[in-house]
Structure formats: C-alpha cells, structure tokens
C-alpha cells in the first residue's frame, strides 16, 4: 500500500508542476489579449475552428485531474479550484478573458511582465 501511495503522490505532484508552469504560460499569453482559456466563447461553433488553442485544453485536462485526484483524498489544490472556477464563469456580466488572466495572475504573485 505504501508504495502505490508513494506512486501516486509523485504522480500527483509531476502534474501539479506542469499545471504551475503551463497556468502561468497561459494566464500571461491570454492577459495580453488572447482568448480562449477560460472557455467563455466555447459556445460559438466556430470559435474552436480558427482560435486553437492547444496547451488551454491541456491545462484544463490536467486541472480537471488534480481536481480529482485532491477530492478523492479529501485534499484540494486552491489554485487549481480557482483556475477551474474562473473556467466556469457565464454571462454577460462576467469580465473577459484577459481581465480574468490578469486577476488570476495577480492573485497567484505572478502580475504580467513588460517585455
């Protein structure tokens, strides 16, 4: 049993570094004007053909991951909840996508660079 623990763990901390390193990555890219990573204009069917995005989808999949593998533990990555809870934001209400990577960026102490 320890020893598949141990696996896990090291399996759960590599995703949680690539999610760290590629949340970045994405949050700078989008808070400069790219859209795309919180899904808000998933609805459009067109959306998905000319703005790809591929490392946003990966982000998502690897928080969706840690998402889980944290609650079946009874653990939480806040982070990660964050990222997810920004992803699920709807309505004419909610700020943009550079705004939000803007925010997210600043709340993690990791504010845009110049340059």
Do not use: T
Request: net charge neutral.
């Amino acid at each position: 049993m320890g020893g598949r623990r141990r696996i896990e763990e090291n399996r759960l901390a590599a995703l949680e570094d690539e999610f760290k390193a590629l949340l970045v990555r994405c949050l700078r890219e989008c808070a400069a004007g790219r859209w795309g990573l919180f899904g808000q204009n998933d609805h459009h069917p067109e959306f998905h053909l000319y703005c790809r995005w591929p490392e946003a989808d990966r982000l998502k999949e690897v928080a969706a991951e840690i998402s889980s593998a944290r609650a079946a533990i009874g653990e939480a990555n806040e982070i990660c909840g964050r990222f997810l809870e920004l992803c699920s934001l709807r309505g004419p209400n909610v700020r943009g996508e550079p705004r939000l990577a803007a925010q997210l960026l600043a709340e993690i102490g990791n504010g845009p660079r110049s340059g």
